[in-house]
């Protein structure tokens, strides 16, 4: 059974940074996606920052270009998102997830993603 533990909400002031981290217990997969969701109050959920291992490609929205970046520390079993230059716009609770994906799948799309951690909250102050 796939667990997925989040660490590195905070509150922070606009301009500043924080690095969520998720461990990933129990995956036997070698090739997974995996990433980060957002949900803002009031908001559908939606993809920040997606890879997939096998060919170590990344999605990001368009919102946060340039500003977040997404890795995946073998080692660890974790996939990491650091946050830089952070708006109150980001503020939401964050969520990470894997699902098992192939060559074709939408790592876009949460409906490729199976396994999500329980979510964790993300407040930037103005």
């Not at 909400?9 to 301009?15: E, F, K």
């Not at 070698?30 to 559908?44: L, V, Y």
Request: with cysteine; charged share 15%.
């Amino acid at each position: 059974q796939v667990q997925l533990v989040e660490s590195g909400g905070a509150s922070v002031q606009a301009g500043g940074s924080l690095r969520l981290s998720c461990a990933v217990y129990g995956n036997t997969y070698s090739n997974i996606c995996m990433g980060w969701f957002r949900q803002a109050p009031g908001k559908e959920r939606e993809g920040v920052a997606t890879m997939y291992t096998g060919l170590q490609n990344t999605y990001y929205a368009d919102s946060v270009k340039g500003r977040f970046t997404i890795s995946h520390d073998v080692a660890k079993n974790t996939v990491n998102l650091q946050m830089n230059t952070l708006k109150p716009e980001d503020t939401g609770v964050y969520y990470c997830a894997t699902g098992r994906c192939n060559l074709y799948s939408d790592i876009t799309s949460d409906e490729e993603y199976n396994h999500w951690g329980q979510g964790i909250q993300v407040t930037v102050t103005s």
